[in-house]
């Protein structure tokens, strides 16, 4: 007999519900000094949420905001310089706009006061592994990214090595998940991601898109981010600003494999390829 199809999935974040039956897209809101600069080192508070609003007006379901560099080779941000770049630019956004504020942080502190000023999801490259960032996370009724990464930020990229990416990528989550239902968050709250680029060369990222529909079967909700990475600049020759239609076109096939949250810079043209590739997927 076939099986039942599985339910539609959705993810808590906190006061608010987010239909995943179709994919959606997480906008990515840089608030560090290098962006929205007002011509210096300070980081332009309203430039920031102008750009939010703006993404959430071409599309964005979620509105992903970060304070600390996660490139390789940046150097680390303090609480207290996190916190003051990032509340903020929350608090003004859930005021401006209907979708989903989610804050871009490893650090227990940031993601209380995130969640204080209305943030609803928590998206952690770290997956919750930092001291307090489980508890911090669970207390705030967020939902939860859970990232893999191999190694940190600062090396991940010199020589990363598997025996099998993918299996190693799927028992890393599945582990974080399990630890994550241990300490008490229910199956809504909780969404999984490969981490591309993370400690990853372009062979095992491309194993990995391809090999996505496995991790899609674990059955909880897919997020990617490929939106302008490198394997992008190698596979087109192109800057980051310049890699909008590459970028596109990997959301297309993230999608069309079941990601559910896409990460991306260029918010209106994700959502349209995520469209076509929602529309090729249905009743498959
Ligand atoms: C050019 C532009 C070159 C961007 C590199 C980059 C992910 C993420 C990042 C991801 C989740 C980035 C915060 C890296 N990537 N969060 N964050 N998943 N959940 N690099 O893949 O955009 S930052």
Do not use: W
């Not at 995943?20 to 508070?45: A, H, I, W």
């Not at 952690?124 to 893999?148: I, N, Q, T």
């Not at 980051?240 to 590459?246: F, I, L, N």
């Amino acid at each position: 007999m076939p099986s039942a199809p599985p339910p539609a999935l959705r993810l808590r974040c906190a006061d608010k519900t987010l239909d995943l039956s179709r994919p959606v897209v997480m906008g990515v809101l840089n608030v560090t000094p290098d962006s929205f600069s007002d011509g210096g080192r300070f980081f332009s508070l309203q430039a920031g949420v102008e750009q939010g609003v703006r993404m959430a007006g071409e599309g964005a379901a979620i509105i992903d905001v970060g304070g600390e560099s996660t490139r390789p080779g940046a150097d680390p941000v303090s609480v207290a310089e996190e916190l003051r770049r990032v509340i903020p630019v929350v608090e003004r956004l859930r005021a401006a706009t209907a979708a989903v504020i989610s804050v871009d942080t490893s650090k227990p502190e940031v993601m209380r006061a995130a969640s204080a000023a209305g943030a609803g999801l928590i998206n952690d490259v770290r997956a919750l592994r930092e001291p307090g960032a489980l508890e911090a996370a669970l207390e705030s009724g967020c939902a939860v990214s859970l990232m893999h990464m191999q190694g940190e930020p600062r090396t991940m990229q010199v020589a990363p090595v598997y025996a099998d990416v993918v299996r190693e990528v799927r028992e890393f989550l599945r582990d974080r998940v399990a630890a994550c239902r241990a300490a008490g968050f229910t199956e809504e709250r909780l969404a999984i991601d490969p981490g591309f680029g993370f400690g990853k060369n372009m062979a095992h990222n491309l194993t990995l898109l391809r090999h996505l529909g496995e991790l899609v079967s674990d059955g909880l909700p897919v997020l990617v981010g490929l939106s302008r990475k490198s394997m992008l600049g190698k596979l087109t020759d192109r800057a980051p600003e310049e890699r909008v239609y590459g970028s596109v076109a990997l959301a297309a096939i993230a999608a069309l494999k079941g990601a559910c949250i896409v990460r991306a810079h260029d918010v209106g043209a994700t959502c349209d390829a995520l469209k076509v590739a929602a529309a090729v997927r249905e009743g498959s």
